[in-house]
């Protein structure tokens, strides 16, 4: 492979924003007809680094090199006009067009007069339709397909043009496992036609099944290239987040109070089924299971943003109905939602607004906001969560990942609850803000809380739980102490295997 | 899937259906209350309907590309008093008036460039400063309204061409002049939106922008071209409609957004953009003349006509909002 | 540091903008024409343009929730005229709250099918623009209406009356304003505004009542139509049908003027004030300058694009659109 030149090359490239570099002098390059990993936790800069090289981001420094030849990227028309395709996470679909029109978004075939050659268009729709075996043809429209089938309308969008490297950027999240045995013959088939591939990816056993090499980015820094027979899980893990991969358990243990919270058979449509589960005062409950298993569905539930179809919730052993988060909020719960960004934070207002809104109808002085109570609870909390801002006027939207998190933690802890809920409360954040929120959510179960952690990483989770529940595509699969839990026992009852059956 | 197909057929059907609803509701009350003694279904009457639904039918057809892209004009009713203004007031230019009737396709091409023009400016301003098509369409409604005062200050201005008059009068297979207009207008749009790359192009950027960008698809200038589309219709609606009557007040052509943004709402075309169709469009137009005539045949007034098209507008949001609604296990939020 | 020193011009510029330009209009005006900045003047002004300003305050709130009110010129028609036919039948005394009564509740109603049912505000408060016209005519038999006995009424009160020797409609806008404003910037109910503009499904993830929210801004924008509507009647004791008509743009474009955007979350009553003062000093200008009314729509074009362009163009920090 030394011999051969690569087909797409980054060179120190460097992107900043206002306040974060982005990327600092990141190289790596994509050979004719291999499959590149590119691996990071979130916030590392795998984005960014494809914006970059799509066009859509101009660098601050460095280059990109197709073959010898410099090029400049002014847009995703030029990167795709020079063999740069990419496929999306998120779908970048148009609903109500047809399949055939998607595939072929911005370059439909043309006859006279600027109409569409819709002959052409249905043939070579159709027969990339074939080869990736699909069960819809080229005139469905893509608004009726399921969001898997919808995927690999995307994944169609590779095989269209001549293309010299592409980019999948998780392909695999909604795939069903035979759709994914499809995706890599195609990922092999354009391997073998000496295509470059960069594949973004978090499953590690994708990334050891099909790649080549792989390269690692963290906090907008290259970590370096390995070839993938070479290294394995731990060695690439520990080149992602800087250390050893921290597997502890969590170590103390306190006096658990009653039950806060217990929920009885809960089901609701086809979202998750027959839950029950208690969490007690003092006692760090974690959930774990891979996206779409119904966590997230069963918080918001709890804090009624959902109308289960069968079940009961009671608090502190009396039956509740949640209709909505005021009645949540009223019994003294708190969601950390998943989506800080669309959920959990106003962007455009200040952190003391932000922070003291679920409560803002207590806070007054006569028929006004006690301005005053405001800014003393933003800087109670501040200085409790070490939230860094230059002040309670700062807009939230300009603040750090990691600070805005604290942000919605402080919300949520500035109503005192009795049961906290928290989604996800690390994701897109560094590391030193990760370990922070960890201790701190240790921190409030030994004050007598009730807390539920919901989290798809596995250190996460048997770092900060007294107990684990571990879910499958809507099932408590089982219900582990964190003496007894181990890696194994805990990724077979999420994969739906090897759980003894005994729903919690 | 099921319910799904079934609600997506409802809406492509509901506004036949609608019509067909009016139809037998205006001919059966009819009967009852109306005066006159001729039939609500009368064929003359139906020929007379279409002619009247061409001014806000020709408009209706360029906002529907524009709103399928994403974007809305509310200055089509000020586009369409300076073309009807320049068509009148043109002819009487000295050098146009030594041309006889020689001037007449010249007084055309002026009113039809001048709403062109004025419509690619909406789409050049909305391309170039990024400021929503709401507040530059908004503007250039005031601005074009006082562009148009600045001719004949509140005086009509008149100019008529016993020609022109004569063509606009004519009836061509038994269809008015107007009707044509509207039926090639309406056939134009659908050959564009339906089978041209402009008009796909148009559809995939209105339903998910950032998709049609990152396939490199250029949003400006097709958001400029369909500027100019419904400003060269709202032209030539003006210019069928003027060369009839001869005279044209700085006032005309208000409320006319209105109207038009209601028959292609009616028509299915979705707000957001990404979904619509001309055929509706024109079954929307066709819905609001139908009513106006019917409520006028049973004896009801203008203020009726007012008050039922908008509870219908607002019934038939509701109604959408009803079949899309999702299952029960939906997040409340 | 020059690159500092042009960001910090261009973001004072982005958010004192308006004030600038206010400045900078009537530094021009007073230079012009040396009547412009009397006292009578601009009491006159002012006075000319508080029904305008008193819509645009309710509109500010509904703009600020993230939504739009096309509704409010028909909805201020018939409020004058409801309020003068009733003059008549039942009194003033009965007429005005019977008015507010009848006015609020078409508000409750948009209310409730923008706040609760979520359907899209533009074509909601389109349609209503029609169906309450229509309503209008309907109510008045398509008559203009007018007050029998004009001189004999202390109606007339809100809309020619003085108090301190202010004209009664600045002090009824200057009153709603400094409610309004307060209660915007200051109180609980304000800030769940912003919030439900600026990320409604935050807001309701935090426990904000979404819905009802959205439908107490429509009920504040029907009353200040309705109070719009009191000094209309009162100012003239009698009226078309279609008083009202087309003052929905107007009113939107001084809620644009002060800097309010449509996508909701951003705005102040004193920056809507400041659009509505604008809008009516260039009028008043140009008049002054002996230019005809129409010029005035003209250059209130070009103000709205140039405001709310430079506006964003502040936000991305670049002049031109990224739009390929």
Not at chain 3, 77 to 103: E, Q, R, W, Y
Not at chain 3, 182 to 206: D, E, H, I, Q
């Amino acid at each position: 492979m030394t011999d051969t030149k690569p087909i797409l090359r980054l060179d120190g490239i460097v992107k900043t924003f206002p306040g974060v570099r982005a990327l600092d002098g990141v190289s790596f390059a994509v050979m004719p007809g291999e499959v590149h990993a590119l691996m990071g936790e979130n916030g590392a800069g795998k984005s960014t680094l494809m914006k970059v090289l799509g066009g859509i981001h101009q660098p601050d420094g460095g280059a990109i090199y197709m073959g010898d030849e410099q090029v400049v990227m002014s847009g995703p028309l030029e990167a795709k006009a020079k063999g740069i395709v990419f496929i999306h996470q998120e779908l970048s679909l148009a609903e109500e067009l047809t399949v055939a029109e998607n595939i072929y978004l911005g370059e439909l075939p043309r006859k006279s007069f600027g109409r569409v050659d819709w002959k052409t268009l249905a043939e070579k729709t159709n027969a990339i339709l074939k080869k990736l075996r699909v069960g819809f043809d080229a005139l469905t429209r893509v608004g009726d397909l399921s969001i898997a089938n919808q995927q690999m309308v995307e994944i169609a969008r590779a095989l269209t043009v001549d293309a010299k490297a592409v980019i999948f950027d998780e392909p695999t999240a909604s795939l069903t496992d035979a759709e994914k045995v499809v995706l890599f013959d195609v990922i092999s088939d354009l391997k073998a036609d000496g295509v470059g591939i960069i594949y973004i990816s978090h499953r590690m056993e994708e990334i050891f099944k099909i790649t080549d090499r792989i390269s690692v980015l963290r906090d907008g820094q290259y970590q370096g290239t390995v070839a993938t027979p070479e290294t394995d899980e731990e060695r690439v893990t520990q080149m992602m987040i800087g250390r050893k991969l921290d597997l502890t358990r969590n170590a103390s243990h306190h006096e658990l109070g009653d039950v806060a919270l217990e929920v009885r058979g809960l089901s609701c449509g086809k979202l998750y089924t027959d839950i029950s589960f208690e969490v007690r005062r003092g006692e760090v409950v974690g959930f774990y299971g891979l996206v779409g298993a119904g966590r997230t569905e069963i918080a918001e539930t709890l804090f009624g943003l959902r109308d289960p179809s069968a079940g009961q919730i009671l608090l502190d052993g009396e039956e509740v109905r949640l209709n909505s988060p005021v009645d949540a909020i009223a019994r003294g719960i708190s969601l950390v939602p998943e989506d800080r960004k669309g959920q959990g934070l106003v962007l455009g207002m200040n952190c003391r607004d932000n922070m003291t809104l679920p409560q803002v109808d207590d806070l007054t002085a006569g028929p006004f906001v006690a301005e005053g109570a405001e800014v003393a609870i933003f800087d109670q909390y501040r200085d409790q969560l070490d939230i860094r801002t230059p002040g309670w006027r700062a807009r939230v939207g300009n603040l750090s990942g990691g600070n805005q998190q604290k942000i919605v933690i402080g919300k949520w802890l500035s109503m005192h609850p009795s049961l906290l809920i928290v989604d996800e409360p690390t994701r897109g954040i560094d590391v030193g803000s990760k370990s922070e929120i960890h201790k701190l959510l240790r921190g409030l179960a030994a004050k007598g809380y009730a807390v539920m952690v919901i989290s798809s990483e596995m250190p996460e989770v048997l770092h900060v739980s007294d107990r684990i529940v571990a879910m499958y595509s809507g099932r408590i699969m089982r219900t582990f102490t964190s003496d007894e839990v181990t890696e194994d026992s805990l990724i077979q009852a999420i994969s739906g295997l090897g759980g003894d059956g005994k729903a919690a | 899937m099921q319910p799904g197909a079934l609600s997506k057929a409802l809406k492509n059907g509901a506004i036949w259906g609608f019509i067909v609803l009016e139809l037998i509701f205006f001919s059966v009350a009819g009967e009852f209350m109306s005066l006159s003694d001729t039939a609500f279904m009368d064929w003359e009457n139906m020929l007379l309907l279409l002619k009247q639904s061409a001014p806000i039918g020709i408009i209706a057809m360029g906002m529907t590309i524009v709103m399928v892209n994403g974007n809305i004009d509310l200055s089509v009713g000020a586009t369409f008093a300076i073309a009807a203004i320049i068509l009148l007031d043109s002819m009487t230019w000295p050098f146009m008036a030594a041309m006889g009737d020689w001037a007449i396709p010249f007084a055309w091409l002026f009113a039809l460039i001048v709403g062109t023009l004025l419509g690619a400016l909406n789409g050049l301003l909305v391309w170039k400063t990024g400021v929503d098509a709401f507040i530059v369409t908004l503007g250039s409604m005031l601005g074009y309204r006082g562009i148009v005062f600045m001719f004949n200050g509140e005086n009509p201005t008149s100019h008529l061409n016993w020609t022109l008059v004569d063509f606009a009068e004519a009836e061509f297979l038994g269809i008015a002049t107007a009707s044509w207009f509207l039926l090639a207008a309406t056939g134009a749009m659908w050959f564009l939106m339906t089978k041209t790359v402009h008009g796909r192009n148009a559809y995939a950027i209105g339903d998910n922008r950032e998709a049609a960008v990152n396939a490199g698809i250029r949003v400006g200038p097709h958001m400029m071209i369909n500027f100019a589309i419904i400003g060269f219709l709202a032209a030539l609606s003006a210019v069928v409609f003027y060369s009839e009557s001869g005279s044209v007040n700085p006032n005309d052509g208000q409320l006319y957004e209105l109207w038009v943004i209601t028959a292609v709402v009616l028509g299915g075309t979705k707000i957001t953009g990404g979904a619509g169709s001309v055929i509706g469009t024109f079954g929307g137009v066709i819905a609001i003349q139908l009513l106006r005539k019917g409520l006028g045949h049973i004896g009801a007034d203008t203020s009726t006509v007012n008050l039922v098209i908008g509870l219908i507008l607002i019934a038939v949001l509701f109604l959408d909002r009803q079949l899309n609604v999702k299952g029960k296990e939906a997040l409340k939020v | 540091m020059a690159t500092l020193s042009k960001q910090k011009i261009g973001s004072v510029l982005a958010k004192q903008g308006i004030l600038i330009a206010f400045a900078v209009f009537i530094v021009a005006f007073t230079l012009a024409n040396n009547k412009f900045l009397t006292v009578d003047n601009v009491f006159s002004v002012v006075r000319s343009s508080a029904i305008l300003g008193v819509m645009a305050l309710g509109v500010t709130f509904v703009v600020i929730s993230g939504n739009l009110d096309l509704s409010v010129g028909s909805m201020m028609s018939f409020s004058t005229i409801v309020v003068l036919d009733l003059h008549d039948k039942i009194g003033p005394f009965l007429a005005i709250p019977a008015m507010f009564a009848m006015t609020l509740c078409l508000g409750a109603f948009i209310g409730i099918l923008v706040g609760y049912l979520r359907l899209n505000s533009l074509i909601v408060t389109l349609g209503m623009l029609s169906a309450i016209h229509g309503l209008t005519l309907t109510y008045s038999g398509g008559q203009n209406m007018d007050i029998a006995d004009k001189e004999g009424t202390w109606f007339s009160v809100f809309g020619q009356g003085t108090a301190l020797g202010i004209p009664v409609p600045i002090l009824i806008f200057a009153l709603l304003a400094a409610v309004l404003g307060l209660m915007l910037s200051r109180t609980p109910f304000g800030r769940k505004v912003y919030a439900v503009g600026g990320n409604g499904t935050a807001a309701t993830f935090s426990g904000i009542r979404r819905a009802r929210t959205v439908f107490m801004c429509y009920i504040l924008s029907a009353f200040c139509v309705a109070t719009a509507g009191l000094i209309q009647a009162s100012r003239s004791l009698g009226s078309q049908n279609t008083v009202g008509q087309g003052l929905e743009l107007e009113v939107l474009a001084a809620v644009i003027l002060g800097g309010a955007s449509l996508m909701g979350g951003s705005g102040t009553i004193f920056k809507t004030v400041i659009g509505v003062l604008i809008l009516g000093f260039i009028q008043n200008g140009l008049l002054l300058l002996g230019l005809q009314f129409y010029v005035q729509y003209v250059v209130t074009w070009v103000i709205i694009i140039l405001a709310v362009w430079l506006d964003i163009a502040a936000k991305r920090g670049r002049l031109w659109s990224p739009i390929a």
